[in-house]
T-cell receptor
Framework: AQTVTQSQPEMSVQEAETVTLSCTYD???????LFWYKQPPSRQMILVIR??????QNATENRFSVNFQKAAKSFSLKISDSQLGDTAMYFCAFMKQNSGNTPLVFGKGTRLSVIA | NAGVTQTPKFRILKIGQSMTLQCTQD?????MYWYRQDPGMGLKLIYYSVGAGITDKGEVPNGYNVSRSTTEDFPLRLELAAPSQTSVYFC????????????FGSGTRLTVV
């Protein structure tokens, strides 16, 4: 079974600074997808960024980028120019790639606070 | 463009009572899921469905039941509620190619007292 580990329960960052959230995973699969989800105080789960394991290039979405290290099974999220609205829980998630349904497996989350 | 709609948003149940959490999506997604979120524990899969008439157990199915009579609806039934079922429940859906991430509902906060 796949497992996802987020080793930082809580983090804080000054507004406009850069912060990196860590995620490691354990799998024997070679093809899979990785995701970061954001959950603000509103409780809504919002997809931030996704990465296909077969792609070596790191995914980027505006101020959000990932550092995907397949051999190390590491998938960290970097938030640049942090904004107050980035304050949220962040969940790393894993999904096997196949033709059928494969549910997302989530880490326990990292609570990020952006300080003015 | 409603997406995934969950009702109710909040509910308090007494031990031993039953209830149904409703989930509806208007995106014609075949795949639907129920997760529960406990503090500090991330999201754990309760049940999922790959299409109308087909359901399967996830990681933590005990105490719950589901049905999928239509593509749009995927209700979660709690029978004989217990304090251990106090949690936030999320419904989610996705397209056939389950590699685009999920669309989540806004969640139901359930307290069993």
């Amino acid at each position: 079974a796949q497992t996802v580990t987020q080793s930082q329960p809580e983090m804080s960052v000054q507004e406009a600074e850069t912060v990196t959230l860590s995620c490691t995973y354990d799998t024997s699969e070679s093809n899979y997808y990785l995701f970061w989800y954001k959950q603000p105080p509103s409780r809504q789960m919002i997809l931030v960024i996704r990465q296909e394991a077969y792609k070596q290039q790191n995914a980027t979405e505006n101020r959000f980028s990932v550092n995907f290290q397949k051999a190390a099974k590491s998938f960290s999220l970097k938030i640049s120019d942090s904004q107050l609205g980035d304050t949220a829980m962040y969940f790393c998630a894993f999904m096997k790639q196949n033709s059928g349904n494969t549910p997302l497996v989530f880490g326990k989350g990292t609570r990020l606070s952006v300080i003015a | 463009n409603a997406g995934v709609t969950q009702t109710p948003k909040f509910r308090i149940l007494k031990i031993g009572q039953s209830m149904t959490l409703q989930c509806t999506q208007d995106m014609n997604h075949n795949y639907m899921y129920w997760y529960r979120q406990d503090p500090g524990m991330g999201l754990k899969l309760i049940y999922y469905s790959v299409g109308a008439g087909i359901t399967d157990k996830g990681e933590v199915p005990n105490g719950y039941n589901v049905s999928r009579s239509t593509t749009e609806d995927f209700p979660l039934r709690l029978e004989l509620a217990a304090p251990s079922q106090t949690s936030v429940y999320f419904c989610a859906s996705t397209r056939d190619r389950a590699n685009y991430g999920y669309t989540f509902g806004s969640g139901t906060r359930l307290t069993v007292v």
